[in-house]
C-alpha cells in the first residue's frame, strides 16, 4: 500500500522542518520574481511548500515550466531591479556567469 501523504515517511519531520527554513527565507508567491538554478529571472506561478517545489516562466526566454526545487536548486527571491538587470545582462555573478556556455547565455 502506498502513503496517502508526506508525513508517512520516515523523514517526514525533517522535511517538514528544512521546508519551514526554506519558507520563511524566500517567502515566495506567485507573482513574485525569483532567479533558479539556470539563473534565468522567473514570474512565479506555483509555489508547493508541501512538495518542495515552485514553477514559473522565464523572462529570459518565455519558457515554463521552470521548475526547481526550493531546497536544492539555489533558488532566490529577485527584486524588480535584478530581475531586469538579469534580463538586460545575465547572472550578476561573474562565476556564475561564466559556468554559462557562451552559445546558451543570454
Given at each position: 500500500?502506498?502513503?496517502?501523504?508526506?508525513?508517512?515517511?520516515?523523514?517526514?519531520?525533517?522535511?517538514?522542518?528544512?521546508?519551514?527554513?526554506?519558507?520563511?527565507?524566500?517567502?515566495?508567491?506567485?507573482?513574485?520574481?525569483?532567479?533558479?538554478?539556470?539563473?534565468?529571472?522567473?514570474?512565479?506561478?506555483?509555489?508547493?511548500?508541501?512538495?518542495?517545489?515552485?514553477?514559473?516562466?522565464?523572462?529570459i526566454d518565455g519558457s515554463y515550466p521552470?521548475?526547481?526545487?526550493?531546497?536544492?536548486?539555489g533558488v532566490r527571491k529577485l527584486s524588480v531591479a535584478?530581475?531586469?538587470?538579469?534580463?538586460?545582462?545575465?547572472?550578476?555573478?561573474?562565476?556564475?556567469?561564466?559556468?554559462?556556455?557562451?552559445?546558451?547565455?543570454?
Amino acid at each position: 500500500m502506498q502513503a496517502d501523504s508526506t508525513d508517512d515517511y520516515p523523514f517526514a519531520a525533517e522535511f517538514q522542518e528544512a521546508m519551514g527554513k526554506v519558507q520563511a527565507e524566500l517567502q515566495l508567491a506567485p507573482g513574485d520574481l525569483y532567479e533558479d538554478c539556470f539563473f534565468h529571472p522567473v514570474v512565479c506561478v506555483e509555489v508547493d511548500y508541501d512538495h518542495d517545489s515552485i514553477s514559473g516562466v522565464s523572462l529570459i526566454d518565455g519558457s515554463y515550466p521552470r521548475n526547481c526545487s526550493m531546497r536544492f536548486c539555489g533558488v532566490r527571491k529577485l527584486s524588480v531591479a535584478e530581475a531586469w538587470e538579469i534580463r538586460q545582462h545575465g547572472a550578476l555573478d561573474k562565476a556564475d556567469r561564466d559556468r554559462i556556455r557562451a552559445d546558451r547565455r543570454w
